[in-house]
């Protein structure tokens, strides 16, 4: 479909971004959007400490410190610039105001926050950096939130339990197993807990009652359990820490995580996870038990001095006694990654680049700065992108693929790191004289000084087939996997995958000066400061 506007800044703008990555349309424009909502957010802290409470959702975690700050690192703000870099709240308003969060909640993809003004906060990390959504009225002397999320849209808000102070438990929000919908006669309430599926409420007789879903039996409470005094949910299961220091669990025990040790004892605190459970002694030491297939049942060593524990789906995490957290398990979206700051010396930048989760930029003294990860989904390796050569001569630009980076020595000479698979990262050896590069998921492109383009890397598609006679070119481009190339006389030369139009050039397509790639659209940018879009829309 081809598209046309006479907008120029914005043109300008996507295709800086786009010319120097592989990145489609969507990529541009979230990305573009972070740059603009980013002083929304406040100064990362330095350091994480002064935490007086944790909370772990099913790929993040939080913290709550004493000055009423929320960090939260992990499955970060969506395509941010950095997606796994930690944010805090709170959120500067417009106006100005900033509340302080009094309590937490996080289970899933959700997070709650209760603020100083007696409000409440939702995020759902799908739609951050969007303004967190308040919940309807106010909510005084409230003691304890529970909430997770079994609706996949975000747009409706996950279900929320709240405790007040004289024991009362309300349930707010959306749950297809009616989680929301509290029991009568719960009697006065001193603690509630809640997975996706089900929930929990203790009352002051150490009664438990459990609702919601019970596939495994996670709301079968045990007969003749008595005299609990905490309680736990796991995704499948619960637990009850009884009042001399052992525990009892239930439901869902296909990985051991109901397999309470059997010495356990002196028990003060009780965590679900996933498909694991966390134990806190009375000595500040931890146990945990059931799947431990991402490391998070086995207990890091020498953890000690531990007030406070939590279970997200992978991982775990600890607050100890000092003020500081401890995170061990899955670390694939930088959940378990402590140093809520990552800092980047990016004075005198000069040049960015965008892969899928990494980033690039090449500073005015032709060093190259690198962040972010490979890890993008269950089993994915990192691939090596962030590893600059540490004998890269001085660096005159640079561009990132999916998986992989390519950086201009100021002699001509192309370097390649990261992910080979296809050969993308294998630079022909008669290369030499380059003056610009781009890249595809797995393709790489180079323009000689002779105006010749040479490619290399996967060719399913036909991306890596130059046309024989393609010369006079003075720019390159890559999308996902099709390539585009701007001659001197104002034409365009396509080639690569075609199944959304994205090589099929419009007609009276020339006096173009600037081209484009995005993952499966092509841009040119005229003289006349328009612009022509083709592929898929």
Not at 139 to 164: C, I, K, Q, R, W
Request: aromatic letters at 8%.
């Amino acid at each position: 479909m081809l598209h046309t506007t006479t907008s120029c800044l914005a043109v300008l703008l996507i295709a800086n971004i786009c010319s120097i990555s592989f990145a489609g349309q969507e990529d541009c424009q979230r990305f573009s959007a972070w740059n603009v909502s980013s002083g929304q957010y406040l100064d990362l802290p330095t350091e994480l400490n002064d935490v007086v409470a944790i909370k772990a959702g099913d790929a993040f975690t939080m913290a709550l410190r004493k000055d009423g700050q929320v960090v939260v690192w992990g499955e970060a703000p969506y395509d941010t610039l950095e997606r796994y870099t930690p944010w805090t709240y709170p959120y500067a308003v417009a106006t100005g105001i900033q509340f302080r969060c009094l309590l937490l909640a996080g289970r899933d993809e959700w997070m709650h926050a209760l603020r100083d003004d007696n409000t409440i906060m939702a995020f759902h990390f799908d739609a951050v950096p969007d303004p967190p959504v308040i919940r309807n009225g106010t909510f005084p002397e409230v003691t304890a939130m529970a909430n997770g999320n079994d609706d996949s849209s975000f747009n409706t808000e996950s279900f929320l339990l709240l405790l007040d102070s004289s024991g009362n438990v309300t349930g707010s929000g959306y749950s297809p197993d009616n989680i929301d919908m509290v029991p009568e006669n719960l009697g006065i309430v001193r603690a509630i807990a809640s997975s996706d599926r089900h929930a929990m409420a203790l009352d002051a007789n150490g009664r438990i009652t459990c609702w919601g879903n019970n596939d495994y039996g996670q709301c079968d409470v045990p007969d003749g359990l008595e005299g609990a005094t905490a309680i736990a949910a796991g995704s499948g299961h619960s637990l009850a820490l009884l009042a001399n220091g052992t525990i009892i669990a239930w439901g869902l025990n296909d990985h051991g995580q109901c397999n309470v040790p059997v010495d356990l004892t002196n028990v003060i605190a009780i965590a679900g996870g996933g498909y694991h459970s966390l134990a806190l002694r009375s000595d500040g030491s931890v146990v945990g038990w059931g799947h431990d297939g991402w490391g998070q049942s086995t207990i890091p060593d020498g953890l000690s001095g531990v007030t406070q524990i939590d279970a997200g789906l992978w991982h775990s995490a600890a607050l100890k006694s000092d003020g500081t957290v401890a995170a061990w398990g899955s670390n694939l979206w930088g959940q378990t990654d402590i140093q809520p700051t990552v800092t980047h010396d990016l004075t005198d930048a000069r040049d960015f680049a965008m892969g899928l989760r990494h980033r690039l930029v090449l500073k005015s003294d032709g060093t190259i700065v690198a962040w972010g990860t490979g890890i993008i989904g269950w089993g994915e390796e990192d691939y090596g992108q962030l590893d600059v050569p540490s004998d890269l001569g001085e660096v005159i630009d640079i561009t990132a693929g999916y998986f992989h980076s390519l950086a201009i020595e100021a002699d001509g000479n192309v370097v390649a790191w990261g992910n080979d698979e296809h050969g993308q990262s294998t630079v022909p050896d008669d290369l030499n004289e380059a003056v610009a590069i781009a890249a595809g998921h797995s393709h790489s492109l180079a323009l000689r000084d002779d105006h010749t383009v040479v490619a290399w890397g996967l060719n399913d598609s036909g991306q890596c087939d130059v046309p024989a006679d393609l010369n006079g070119v003075r720019a390159i481009a890559a999308g996902l996997h099709h390539s585009l190339a701007l001659r001197f006389d104002g034409t365009v030369v396509a080639w690569g995958e075609n199944d959304r139009g994205q090589t099929t050039l419009p007609a009276g397509l020339t006096n173009i000066q600037a081209i484009a790639a995005g993952g499966l659209h092509s841009l040119a940018l005229r003289d006349d400061g328009t612009v022509v879009a083709w592929g898929d829309a």
